[in-house]
């Protein structure tokens, strides 16, 4: 599997930024390079299930984006990092929640890989 880290976390205030990290790492990169997985936000807050933010696949343009997500939210790359961000622009307190950063093998439905997660507090 990939390890999955993710950063940047906070307190903000409605109407705020954020910037989301999450470094790819592991073994399994040197046989199936990170070009070969989907990388994916979810989010979760307290009593809901967990969202799909957005997912990228890696090396490629190809983005999604969750509708409340769309026009506000931005994912980018560092390759030679291996880091995907989250840019999260115009914060409102239903933005709230654990942002995790997960991955998937392109060929597969399932994100198998999984970071611990960070909070994201925005205040009203």
């Known amino acids: 599997q990939v390890q999955l880290e993710e950063s940047g976390g906070g307190l903000v205030q409605t109407g705020g930024s954020l910037r989301l990290s999450c470094t790819a790492s592991g073994q399994t990169l040197r046989r199936q390079p990170l070009s070969s997985y989907v990388l994916g936000w979810f989010r979760q807050a307290p009593g809901k299930e967990r969202e799909l933010v957005a997912a990228?696949?890696?090396?490629?343009?190809?983005?999604h984006y969750a509708d409340f997500a769309e026009g506000r939210f931005t994912i980018s790359r560092e390759n030679a990092k291996n880091t995907m961000y989250l840019q999260m622009n115009s914060l409102t307190p239903e933005d709230a929640a654990v942002y995790y950063c997960?991955?998937?093998?392109?060929?597969?439905?399932?994100?198998?890989?999984w970071g611990r997660g960070t909070q994201v507090t925005v205040s009203s």
């Open positions: 997960a991955a998937r093998h392109f060929a597969t439905d399932q994100y198998s890989s």
């Open positions: 990228t696949r890696w090396g490629t343009p190809a983005t």
